[in-house]
């Protein structure tokens, strides 16, 4: 294979053929034996040479080697330097006089950050107030992420592999500086503040302009992410790539399986990378990042979760230097720290879209946070909200309860008319014509039931994401942003898991105890209109069983308190419902001429229009 020179390699042999003029014409005469006997003698300048043959082209091996038994001893610095000079071009000074790697502090009292020289970049971030499941120190960012920017003239060079020198360190602040041979400089300045996650830092250029990426500035963003919580595969689903576009301040997300699979997107305020309770956000301050392209995909080993990518970039100024502010969030996905920073980090939170978000965000975020701030144990907060939605929503289950009282007192009469009318058709029609007559709705008790579905499904979105309950234990149950896990199983059941939760046990169990009550409220009638419901409504929670058992046990816990304070609304309600009156009332509103309502007409309408198509069928 031939040798590869480019303009580098030239100004190289350059600059060695000038030593060798200068050493030639100024250097005293020294007997050629005694400069080859010292350069064989030292140590340094062949270890260079053997370290330098590895990393440089065939043709630059050879030219090392020969200097080295050449009658001119070049010191260590030299030697380095023109190795510098090869391999990074205007930056060899900067790499000769900053090769040593350091790291340096910044920290307050919720962030300890580590910064090396190598990069100018964060390569530690601990969360003081938080571990991960297994009670060590929780790292965003341990050695496992990378902040670059790409400058390039006749090759591309990355800073991630640049040395910079440090030219200002106080309790709060960091300032790297990257300083060509020609004196343009590259500064990154990180600052610190108490009493928050939010990192400041500023990139600016002085000079540096014809070294820009195609006059755009381009930041190579990685990280694979740690895995912090005890059920891996549900910290996998909820980790994904978000970002908050510019003309509209909406946030959309990205996920994907796959590593050829790649998403750009342009103008952007901000991106984040999101896992289950803890979010790195990377914000441009007073502008817009120009375009974005990500990529995600998950990773096999167990230490992490997935690698998440972005190629950012951003225009630079009219001079083509950069003088860019810059926000780095590290910290927890908590509703209130992240709506404090005034961004929209708060919308990085899944708590649903439309109706599902409104109720989380205007009803259950705040009365979860002012029982919070009784110091209550989290078990009992769960109680609370349970007691308090049940009993906001009691006008709605009375009143469903109120309605399958009528229809277990018809039941009587339906039944007649079943045994009357052994046409299918004739007999709907005749029931229809039972509850009109009566004043009865036969979904009377459902639509209240609907009317709380929106309630239950926020729920199931407001306990997984709720970071209060991460590590926090109630009963058996040690963390309750995870499965409560009373026996591990020694095999795996499909759609099951390989543990027993009991939490998700006794919500399975109260939620059959409650639909076969309900069965014996309504009289089985709705189920005599509906006959597959009879199965459905059994099979439907059976079916939660294998969902619920790995998800948060505070949600299962959550569902098993609603079902038991059910019942108890249901035997208190029951005491006050006198069906001899319901009867009763059933019985002189038969005598009495009937107003139609909307409903009962509608359904009239259907029924009779089923009854034409029957006919013509015959």
């Known amino acids: 294979m031939k040798s590869k020179f480019d303009i580098n390699t030239v100004v190289g042999f350059l600059l060695i053929g000038a030593i060798f003029l200068y050493f030639g014409y100024f250097s005293p005469t020294t007997p050629v034996a005694a400069d080859e006997a010292a350069i064989a003698n030292d140590s340094t ?23 080295a038994k050449d009658s001119i001893a070049l010191n260590t610095d030299t030697l380095k330097y023109l190795k510098y000079q090869l391999e990074f071009g205007p930056f060899a000074q900067s790499m000769l006089e900053n090769e040593e ?84 400089s590259l500064v990154y300045e990180y600052s610190l503040v108490a009493d928050a996650y939010m990192v400041d830092w500023s990139v600016e250029t002085n000079g540096m302009a014809p070294l820009l990426k195609h006059d755009q500035s381009e930041l190579i963003w990685e ?23 510019t003309v509209d301040e909406d946030v959309d997300n990205f996920n994907s399986s796959s590593a050829d699979e790649e998403l750009v997107e342009e103008a952007l305020n901000w991106v984040a990378y999101r896992q289950q309770f803890f979010t790195t956000i990377l ?74 978000g409104w109720i989380n965000r205007g009803i259950v975020l705040n009365i979860f946070n002012w029982l919070e701030a009784y110091g209550l144990n ?52 005749a029931t229809m014509e039972l509850y009109r007559k009566a004043g009865v709705s036969p979904l009377g ?7 709380q579905f929106p309630i239950l499904i926020a729920l199931f979105q407001f306990f997984p994401a709720s970071i209060e309950l991460r590590q926090q234990s109630f009963l058996w149950a040690t963390d309750l942003s995870t499965y409560d896990s009373i026996y591990d199983l020694p095999f ?57 058992n790995n998800y948060a046990s505070g949600l299962s816990y959550y569902y098993f308190v609603a079902n038991v304070i059910t019942f108890s609304q249901q035997f208190a309600i029951r005491s006050f419902i006198d069906e001899d009156k319901i009867r009763a009332k059933i019985a002189e509103r038969k005598e009495k001429p009937q107003k139609e309502n909307r409903l009962m007409r509608r359904m009239r309408e259907v029924q009779e229009q089923q009854n034409r198509q029957q006919r013509r069928s015959k």
């Open 378 to 429: 989290y078990g009992l907060i769960i109680l609370i909200i349970a007691l308090i939605i049940k009993m906001i929503l009691f006008p709605l289950t009375y009143s469903s309860y109120r309605s399958m009282a009528k229809m277990r007192v018809l039941k009587p009469e339906i039944d007649a008319l079943a045994e009357k009318h052994p046409d299918a058709m004739k007999k709907q029609q």
């Open 45 to 67: 300048t062949n270890e260079i040479v053997a370290e330098d043959s590895v990393s440089l082209n065939s043709g630059e091996n050879n030219l090392l080697a020969a200097l």
């Open 492 to 548: 795996n059941i499909p759609f099951y898991g390989d543990h027993i939760s009991l939490f998700t046990l006794l919500m399975t169990v109260s939620t059959l105890i409650y639909t076969y009550m309900n069965q014996q409220l309504t009289g089985s009638a709705q189920t005599q209109q509906f006959p597959q419901m009879k199965y459905i409504i059994y099979l439907m929670p059976i079916m939660f069983l294998g969902v619920f």
């Open 445 to 451: 008790g459902c639509l209240p039931m609907l009317l």
């Open 223 to 245: 990280l694979q992410a740690n895995r912090h919580e005890k059920n891996r595969e549900n910290e996998i689903t909820r980790t994904e790539m978000q970002f908050q576009l």
């Open 101 to 184: 790697t350091k790291t340096y502090s910044l920290e307050n009292n919720l962030l300890k950050l580590s910064f090396s020289n190598k990069g100018a970049q964060l390569i530690k971030a601990e969360l003081k107030d938080f571990q991960t499941y297994d009670s060590l120190p929780l790292n965003l960012i341990d050695s496992n992420s990378n902040f670059s920017l790409l400058l390039e003239d006749e090759r591309l060079y990355n800073t991630a592999d640049l040395s910079f020198k440090v030219i200002e360190q106080t309790s709060n602040t960091l300032k790297f500086a990257l300083q060509t041979d020609a004196g343009a």
């Open 283 to 356: 914000q441009l301050k007073g502008a817009s990042f120009s375009k974005a392209a990500l990529a995600i995909r998950p990773l096999e080993d167990e230490a992490h979760t997935k690698y998440m990518a972005s190629s950012i970039s951003y225009p630079s100024n009219a001079s083509g230097e950069l003088d860019l502010e810059m926000g780095l969030y590290l910290g927890p996905n908590k509703y209130e720290i992240l709506k404090s920073y005034d961004a929209g980090f708060e919308e990085l939170i899944p708590l649903g879209w439309g109706i599902l």
